[in-house]
């Protein structure tokens, strides 16, 4: 009796100290940044509902944006400008830290993957 009080126990002391995962469904809406670096100006992206839309270098795009699941949205600029923004931009959530996320990007269907960080600022 006392192997299987003190097992219980174990496993209680266990699942109590787990870290619980953040959930990704935090990105979905909300402020965001993206930093500069040698990839991207600085960015702000708002995201209402089916819309993202992005700050930078004094410009503004509106993109729609679609979730296929937690970890994979794909955006289309609304109104494109190229013929390259016509294309959709599929990205990938590969990592969750907190208020952030690392990911990559795909336009079109292009082997170019674009990877960077998004930080929540504000919901």
């Known amino acids: 009796m006392k192997k299987i009080v003190l097992l219980f126990s174990f496993f209680a002391l266990l699942i109590g100290c787990k870290e619980k995962t953040p959930s990704p469904d935090r990105f979905k809406s909300g402020t965001f940044e993206i ?3 040698k990839s991207y ?6 995201r209402i509902d089916s ?3 992005e700050q930078y270098e004094q410009k503004i795009d509106t993109f ?5 699941n937690n970890f994979n949205y794909t955006l289309v600029m609304i109104n494109p400008k ?3 923004d016509e294309d959709p931009i599929y990205v990938k959530i590969t990592n969750i830290e907190n208020d952030s996320y690392d990911f990559e990007a795909v336009i079109g269907h292009s082997n170019f993957v674009q990877k960077g960080s998004i930080t929540k600022i504000a919901d």
């Open 35 to 37: 930093p500069a670096d």
């Open 41 to 46: 100006s600085k960015t702000i992206i708002t």
């Open 51 to 53: 819309l993202q839309i």
């Open 64 to 68: 729609s944006i679609s979730w296929k």
């Open 82 to 84: 190229s013929v390259i």
